[in-house]
Each structure stands twice: as C-alpha cells, then as structure tokens.
C-alpha cells in the first residue's frame, strides 16, 4: 500500500487528538510536556502499525469480496485483542524502563484501553474506506473494460454474417432426417448441437459455473475423439467442491483447443490432456498436455490465451499460471467465487 505520507502525517495528527483533549495544551514547552506527547506518539505508532499489519493480513486471507463479512469480524477481534495486549504490554514497558505511569493500574481497562481503541477505529476505518474506494473503482473499470469486450465480441459475431441459432436450429434438423440405423452420426450430431447450445446460452454470461464448462468440454472432446479416436487421451481430476466454483466461458475449452491446434495427433504421439480442478480458497482448473509441435512454418501468435489472460484479468486479482516444464505445457485458470 502507498500509505507512506498518510502514516507520516496521520500518527503525528492522532497521537495529539489522543493526548491534549485529555492532558490540555502546555503553557509551555518542557521536558515534561515533551515526554508526554512522546509517550502518546509511541503509542499510536505502535497502534497504528499493528492494525495496519492486521488489515494487510486479513486482505490475504479473506481476499474475495465473497468473504467481506468473515473478514471485517476476524480483523475486528484481531484488532481489539492486539489493542489490549499492547496497551498492557506498553503500560509495563514504560513502568520498568522509565519509570512512567501512562496510568494507574487500576484503570488500564476503564481508561487506557478504551482511550486507545479510539486509534484502533480510525486507522481500521481508514484502510477500509480507501481499500473500498479503491475496489469500487477498480470494479466500474472492470465492468466497463467488460461491456466493451461483449460489444466487440457481437460485432465479430455480426461481421461472420451466420446466426447461431440458425445453425443449431439446422443440426436439430438434420439429427431429424438422419437415418435411425447410424447411431454414431445421431450422436454426433447431437454432441455438435450441445456444443453450440452451450455457446449460445454463455454468450451473454460474464461467468459459468465449472460443472456447466466441463460438461461443454465433455461435449466438445467428444467430438474431437470422433476424428482422433485413440490417438486423443483425456483424464479429469475434479476435487469435490470445486464445480460450483466459477469459470470464464469457454475457456477451459479454448485451452483444449489451443492444444489440439498446435500439436500433433497421430497414433504414432498421441496427445495426453489431463484436467484438474483443485478445490480452496485460491483453488484452480488446469489443462495440461504433453508438448509435440506441429511441423508447421506458422509460427503460434497466441492469441487465444492471451485474450484468456485478459478476460481473466478484468474478472480476478489472481493471474493466469502458464508453464512448461519436461515436455509438459500447463495453463492453470483461477477460479472464481
């Protein structure tokens, strides 16, 4: 966080707030008018920090705006039980060391604690004010960047001059007049009509949920085994939980398709795909395939995991984890709330 002159000003500001209205201006500057408001500074120092410290690692373990509610009460009881150990601990330190009473004993709950909550609140309410803001304008961008993508993405569907439900009205068709003897072509047919029944339905959607995509890749590799028959192997590790997460539309299945595009598929190198999702609070779905480029003078532009990047991008903090390592090329997409 870029707070380094909000804290230079802010705890010099709030340790005076904490320490005239209760002592009163000096007349004077002394050694003791000093003393007093260094002991307030140290205080609020102390404060302030270890409640920054508190709302730094709180945002690390609740970061999802799912989880605000869990995170404002855990960070509340963290914040007024490390204001109390501290204000016990700061009472002795300065007893032993200097021989200082910030108060009697008999009131360091009656006073002192209940003086220093007043720290507590207003730096707690000023990274929560900022960090909202701060979300709140990063969502408007979001939600924005969104909106043009979605219009750009109808405007490419425009420009392709065929509608969608023209075609899956005509797959309907022609499942209809195929001959009831050639199974294998019914269901074809029917795996296609999924695949585009799906691609209408999402088209609209920001987000799926991971068991929608996965059956909409169990519809497309269906196809794909179709033409490649054994020479395209396929496992799925899906840990319990995970498929009421969410995921950008299509992407798993563009992360297949990436691999199919740019591979070779022969029953001399068949290609391994292997899909997990792993369940968690940070939890992902990754595509992972054996690394055997085509002999093409094409090279790749990634563009499609790119654009997966950057729809990613726009909908989570977490980044897209790509790697390739002993011949094996790994996508890793976070999953949303």
């Not at 009163?24 to 404060?47: K, R």
């Not at 498929?243 to 299509?250: D, F, G, H, I, N």
Request: charged share 15%.
């Amino acid at each position: 966080m870029n707070d380094k002159w909000i804290r230079l000003a802010g705890i010099p500001l709030v340790a005076a707030l904490m320490h005239f209205p209760f002592n009163g201006l000096p007349t004077y500057l002394n050694a003791e008018a000093l003393a007093n408001y260094g002991v307030a500074l140290a205080i609020t120092t102390v404060l302030w920090e270890g409640n920054r410290g508190l709302f730094i690692l709180s945002r690390r373990w609740f970061p999802h705006f799912a989880h605000t509610a869990r995170r404002l009460v855990v960070q509340t009881l963290l914040s007024v039980g490390f204001t109390l150990v501290a204000t016990l601990a700061l009472h002795w330190f300065f007893l032993a060391a200097f021989a200082f009473s910030i108060c009697p004993t008999h009131q360091l709950l009656s006073h002192s604690f209940l003086l220093n909550l007043f720290p507590t609140l207003f730096v707690t309410s000023l990274y929560e004010s900022a960090y909202f803001f701060g979300e709140w304008k990063t969502n408007i961008q979001r939600v924005e960047a969104l909106a043009r993508a979605g219009l750009q993405g109808e405007l490419a569907a425009l420009k392709s001059q065929l509608d969608p439900h023209f075609l899956f009205n005509s797959l309907n068709t022609l499942a209809a007049i195929i001959d009831d003897s050639n199974a294998e072509a019914q269901q074809f047919v029917e795996q296609l009509a999924d695949v585009y029944r799906y691609v209408l339905l999402s088209r609209d959607q920001t987000t799926v949920t991971l068991s929608e995509e996965l059956a909409f890749v169990e519809a497309y590799v269906a196809l794909n085994k179709t033409r490649f028959r054994n020479d395209l192997l396929v496992e799925s590790h899906i840990e319990a939980g995970a498929a009421q997460r969410t995921v950008a539309p299509l992407s798993v299945q563009m992360l297949i398709e990436n691999a199919l595009k740019h591979n070779r598929v022969s029953p001399e190198s068949p290609l391994r795909l292997v899909l997990r999702a792993e369940a968690g609070t940070a939890g992902y779905v990754s595509v992972a395939n054996n690394l055997q480029p085509k002999s093409s003078f094409e090279p790749s532009t990634k563009v499609g995991l790119r654009n997966i990047i950057d729809r990613y991008r726009l909908l989570t903090t977490q980044p897209v984890q790509v790697s390739s390592e002993a011949g094996i090329f790994t996508v890793r997409l976070p999953l949303l709330q």
